[in-house]
T-cell receptor, first 110, second 114 residues
């Protein structure tokens, strides 16, 4: 079946550090891939998406590239801010369902 | 501010109570979803409505009863819940049920069962 695996957290970084959160997936066919972010006390917000191989999604300085050959969709940001502290979910969409990874909690120190 | 509005934000109820969660969107979306999220876990899909018809029920116990009165509203009726049903209940919507459409989430209803 379809599944998403993302790196275990928590991840703690200093402000302005480089961020990578790894995400790999298993899926039949050609799913769409997403990164969602959840700030404390809130619902999930779409951060970025990619719908086909080699697509790069980007938003608010975050980027992720849909790599079919490595079945990966790693999230990167060149310089994190304290306000980026949140839980990040990698997800794929298939057959009208979204399948989420387990989530990675990110904490940024000032 | 989210474009999907959920009420109430918090709900405490006893195991014999009947209550309803409400969700509203005015983006013209034709697919709507209910999710359950436990602490430090990802959301788990419960129900999917497509064009106001129930299209997916993820084997949810009958004490949860969804309803879609029109294309903008989605309700979740609760009756005889158990303590393990305490969780954050999230509503989401998308333009339609196609896989490349992202889902837009509300901020959820935090439900506590006494």
């Amino acid at each position: 079946g379809n599944s998403v695996t993302q790196m275990e957290g928590p991840v703690t970084l200093s402000e302005e550090a480089f961020l990578t959160i790894n995400c790999t997936y298993t899926a039949t066919g050609y799913p769409s891939l997403f990164w969602y972010v959840q700030y404390p006390g809130e619902g999930l917000q779409l951060l970025l998406k990619a719908t086909k191989a080699d697509d790069k999604g980007s938003n608010k300085g975050f980027e992720a590239t849909y790599r079919k050959e490595t079945t990966s969709f790693h999230l990167e940001k060149g310089s994190v801010q304290v306000s980026d502290s949140a839980v990040y979910f990698c997800a794929l969409s298939s057959a009208s369902k979204i399948i989420f990874g387990s989530g990675t909690r990110l904490s940024i120190r000032p | 501010d989210t474009e999907v509005t959920q009420t109430p934000k918090h709900l405490v109820m006893g195991m014999t109570n009947k209550k309803s969660l409400k969700c509203e969107q005015h983006m013209g979306h034709r697919a709507m979803y209910w999710y359950k999220q436990k602490a430090k876990k990802p959301p788990e899909l419960m129900f999917v409505y497509s064009y106001e018809k129930l299209s997916i029920n993820e084997s949810v116990p009958s004490r949860f009863s969804p309803e879609c009165p029109n294309s903008s509203l989605l309700n979740l009726h609760l009756h005889a819940l158990q303590p393990e049903d305490s969780a954050l209940y999230l509503c989401a919507s998308s333009q339609d049920h196609r896989d490349n459409q992202p889902q837009h989430f509300g901020d959820g209803t935090r439900l506590s069962i006494l």
